[in-house]
């Protein structure tokens, strides 16, 4: 199976074996009456779905959102500089994405599609497996690079495996995986994808997608906005391919987010600390750092130190603690993410600047353009 026919039947709604994922809500959201699912539609022409990245990283455009005001502007995002001030602090996300997707054949002869979610320690992983028949406990996985995985058993809906033998699976993945874009790009994987869909700082492998609000950042730009006196430091959040999951309820409060890994450092709350003391705005370079801080953030607005997992699902009546400023993609109709930025900055004012890209004819989503959205004052 090729990876443009597995993308196809992911968008209609078949694809890997996987549950629904179990845990406890965020405690932050505090709407009663929260709103639906359809209450985040916006129509967008599939054309405007990116599907390779642009010839420079910061050729990109950059459409800024004020929150306070809800006025909009349309820029490059080679003009970023602009919009920061000294003192400013970006906080990035330095996971690095691995080349996730294999194929192989089961014992009984049929063909099966393997993503990785999460890798577990060396030779245990936690995936996702699209194949005629789930395969179970016991059952032996032989890839078509030679190697082969037995499946230990099924947590939340995903497989435990484990690879036999003395390799470990990063090396494997890095010689024989391909690149898992997202199910949007209807093409097949290439060489450039490898580097293009991997921020330029990408430091710690296991990512199953890119944080791709950081894929527009170059070298060039980084030391120009590091000799403006604009600080950076980094988390860690391994995105994993449940962040392309459809939300499957009406009211978003009782959707249950999937469970990804982060690691926010002493030294990034050092730096946030730092900013704050200073009249710095905290500036999330993508939802996934936003999510990782606002998880790791207490409710005096002070980073701690922080490693696990994180469910945490910001929708309107979230009341956020850390992030001041957002540099994000345009994301999916009714998406997790579409509903993050809408707490940021305002649902009505996120519709109606998603409605203006959509006009003025924004790349959208992977590799498409970007936004920069200050925060909406807390009433």
């Known amino acids: 199976m090729t990876d443009s026919q597995f993308r196809s039947e992911f968008r ?65 995002f080679r003009e970023l500089p602009e919009l920061l001030r000294p003192g400013d602090l970006l906080v990035f996300n330095d996971t690095r994405v691995i080349p996730a997707r294999l194929f192989g054949r089961k014992p009984s002869g049929g063909r099966f599609e393997l993503l990785m979610e999460r890798l577990l320690d060396e030779q245990r992983a936690l995936v996702q497996i699209r194949a005629g028949k789930a ?61 293009r869909y991997q921020t330029v700082y990408a430091r710690w492998p296991g990512a199953v997608a890119a944080p791709t609000a950081g894929l527009h950042f170059d070298p060039a730009l980084l030391e120009q906005l590091a000799a403006l006196g604009v600080e950076q430091t980094f988390i860690t959040l391994h995105v994993g391919a449940g962040t392309f999951q459809p939300l499957r309820v009406e009211r978003i409060a009782e959707h249950v987010m999937h469970a990804e890994r982060i690691e926010v450092s002493a030294v990034a709350c050092e730096y946030i600390q730092a900013a704050q003391e200073r009249g710095g705005r905290i500036i999330a370079v993508g939802t996934t750092v936003t999510r990782a801080l606002e998880t790791a953030t207490d409710d005096d607005g002070i980073p701690q130190p922080w490693t696990g997992k994180t469910r945490i699902f910001i929708y309107p009546g979230y009341r956020f603690r850390c992030v001041d400023a957002l540099i994000t993609n345009f994301h999916l109709p009714e998406s997790t993410l579409l509903m993050l930025v809408a707490a940021f900055a305002g649902q009505a004012e996120i519709l109606h600047a998603y409605r203006h890209a959509v006009e003025q004819r924004y790349r959208f989503f992977s590799y498409g353009d970007a936004m920069f959205i200050t925060r909406r004052p807390m009433v």
């Open 135 to 195: 395969p179970k406990p016991g059952g032996r996985l032989q890839f078509d690079a030679g190697f082969v995985a037995t499946v230990l058993g099924r947590h939340e809906g995903l497989f435990e495996i484990h690879l036999e033998g003395d390799e470990a699976w990063l090396p494997l993945l890095e010689r024989h995986g391909r690149m898992p874009l997202p199910p949007y790009i209807t093409r097949e994987p290439t060489e450039e994808d490898r580097e």
């Open 12 to 76: 209609q709604g078949s694809g890997f074996h996987k549950g629904q994922s179990t845990g406890a809500e965020h405690p932050r959201s505090v709407l009663a009456d929260a709103p639906r699912r359809q209450d985040f539609h916006f129509d967008l022409p599939p054309e405007l779905i990116a599907q390779q990245p642009l010839a420079q990283r910061s050729d990109s455009r950059l459409l800024t959102l004020d929150g306070a005001t809800g006025a909009i502007s349309d820029r490059q």
